[in-house]
RNA sequence: GGGGAAUUAGCUCAUUUGGUAGAGCGCUUCGCUGGCAGUGAAGAGGUGAACGGUUCGAUCCCGUUAUUCUCCA
């Protein structure tokens, strides 16, 4: 059975059993700020177990892109090693949101795993919570006795709750779990040692498949638990470990999803698949994390330097790094491998294919970019070991390894790698250390301490009436403290509200709420699971009261303008620069509007120029705005309208239509195109491979700006007495002045020069010494110069000259080397007494050194002073 | 979000208690060769990212900003 069949067979299966199948989340989770990544099948159901939003549907199943790098059993550097561990994986899974429970999930589950996939009764075993007396949580009977219906009571096994107790976060739903672990070992191991030993014993062919949570309790932030309203049921299977046990092998990697990528690694390493277990490793890391990499990208999340962005990156160049390694491949070769992933997942991941262009692009800039980091890195590395041999050491300092990894990205077992075969060694306690300062200094930075919610009206259900009202009259339904890094904000829940959640590249609004006189500003508003939360510094007297809502009028206008004119700019870069052009992320608030889409050169002047001039046409016309709310989500997209990639949409969605322009939205619009008024593009640049980004303003902005410029070139014209041609006459300026500044230079050195040969006539010869004192009027650069060739004319030479500059003085001093030497001279010491005498101080070398001053009259002296010390 | 680093000639990079800014490649001119490849010589090319501070003096020390790299969360 081929991994496709075993998910369609899934599929099959629960549709008969009256679910409804979704589509995966994306694996990049935009608005949560406690998860990067979806990690669970039922990350996008999240709002509906905490009641924030209530289900269409109460049964759903699905097959879920998860993406996992830390975790109890997961770290980065573990996988690979193993061969059951990955980055990304497909969770298979089945809901019910206070629909059935554990009678029917228990049942069905065993149904689908016996008799559609066929797995031998007796090599399944179950787990169950056995209860923790702490958390006042019993044993789960009623799963134990379910379970007794279908298989012996020896193999129900009970487990603790490190095992068996799911909970969502430090606080929320949570409830016990089942599990179900299938022993795919040989027959005769069966035999001799019982799977009941192996269970949760991290045997590699002992392994948990499928994961039952019955959530029927919510965590509080006190540690105490009370029982749900509704009870939910969450499942969970890895389809590849899944695939591992029906194809019969015993590592998910020997399975046809990842041997056509490990058979692609094959011909372009040239290493064989099972000879040696370094390779074996490394060529299972590549095919891990191609597919993480290629299906982030594809869901939109580029690498990048923070965030979820550093986590992909870190990915790529952990393959990049085994393949560098261990295979010895020196240039990009995950690039290509993307490809073949793209042609194998294609089929049910269309987002693979639709992109494929800019996935292997964007993979093979990075390679090159991390080939460069690591060529960098070993040059550091070859001056590090050195300096170590010099001072005759064997051990690397760690602070010096950790700089090279902090600093300068070189991975730390490359350098460790080629330590050893410098036979050197690296201080790794030393390095930990610092590797934990660091994480540290981090985790102050960015902990956040939530307190528990205050509930002030039940059951409230938060609506959005900010696309019709700036102005409401709001209660407060809920709210709780946070404190971040010292400050302390409050986290306000409103029952209807006219402030826009940063949410579509739009920003959140400001503004304040009022009662009785008093004003509580909101200072920002964001959405968390789906829930609109306004941030406040302090809480209103009496939080139950009614209050006034006012969002920050010019605010919101400008922004809703910038807003509009982005739709507009995306339309017309297709226009202008074809159908290829996705929107890849866009920022918009009051100030200007970002824009950033896959297009693979730069967008010249004459199209920017187009581009600009349809926006500004559209919004002379006057478009007037159609707006489509609670439109299905299947009759949007028969509109036409453009779905981003990697946004995760509810089942209605809002459609946003400008003439044209056509775009599934949440943000706020303009009425008529007329209101932004002016649209000027203010930059184009690259962000990343294949992939442009346009600024630009609009609206009073724009306006204002081109005013400013007027305003600053008629300044200019008339500083140059209106000329018919500014730009010529400001070129010839400049490549006069050059000139200018050349033939001035030319000049000064002639004048040196002449200086110079006055100067040579007034060297004379005192004891064997070529002795030169004298005051000149010259720059301190050209003194330095005439002093360094007379040294080299005059043997046992030894000069002074004294400049003065405006209200300024300097001395300079020069001795010939050998003087230096012979008369254990010091130029630089000589002429702090000196500058004594001009009022200042300076310094230099034993054989040349320079002072300055206020005092020009102590020149003489200086100079006099000078030539008794050195001359008798 | 927090930390570390980088920014020097067209390109790749040197330059250690702050005291004369350099190399390789590329470019220009000239020479050798019938021409090319090659090779020899000379030369041009620098507000040392921007701004401010400390200092007699800053590419170097300090601060701010910008851009880039990098690690951590």
Redesign the pocket.
Known sequence: MTTHEIRQHFFDFFESKGHKIVPSAPMVVKNDPTLMFTNAGMNQFKDYFLGNNVPKVRRIANSQKCLRVSGKHNDLEEVGVDTYHHTMFEMLGNWSFGDYFKKDAIAWAWELLTEVYKIPKDQLYVTVFEGDDADGVPKDEESIEIWKKFIAEDRIILASKKDNFWEMGETGPCGPCTEIHVDIRPEADRKAISGIELVNNDHPQVVEIWNNVFMQFNRKADGSLEPLPETHVDTGMGLERLAMALQGKTSNYDTDLFQTLIVEMERVSGVKYGVKEETDIALRVIADHVRTIAFSIADGQLPS???AG?VI??IL?RAVRYGYQTLNLKEPFLSGLSVVLGKEMGDPYQELLNQKDIIEKVIYEEEL??FR?L??GI?RMDALMINTKADNKTILNGAAVF?L?????F?VDLTSLIARENNLTIDEEAFEIE?DK??T??????AVEAGDWITLIPDAQEEFVGYDNLVARVKIVRYRKVSQ?QKTFYQLVFNQTPFYPEGGGQVGDTGFIEHNGEKTIIFDTKKENNLIIHLTEKLPEFPGSDFDAHVNVSKRALTTANHSATHLLHHALRTVLGTHVEQKGSLVNEKNLRFDFSHFSKVTAEELKEIEDIVNREIKAGIALQEHRNVAIEAAEQMGAMALFGEKYGDSVRVIQFGPSLELCGGTHVNNTSQIGLFKLTAESA?AAGIRRIEAITSTTAENLLTEKAEKLDAINSLFKNPKDLKAVVEDMIQKNHAYQ?QIEVFQREKGQLVKADLKAKVELINGINYLGEKVNLDA?NI??IL?QL?GEFNNFVAVLGGIEDD?C?LTLIISENIVAEKGLDA?KIIRTL?THIQ??????AF??????KNANGLDKAIAEFKELVVS
């Open positions: 330097n923070t965030g550093y990156r870190r160049r970019s991390f980091t060529e960098h040059k700089e990894y902090d600093t300068f990205g991975p590797l660091q994480k200094r981090s985790r102050a930075a960015t890094k962000v050349k650069g330095k110069d360094h040294k300024k300097n630089g500058s200042g101080g300076g310094g230099g070398q040349f050194a320079t002072a300055g001053g």
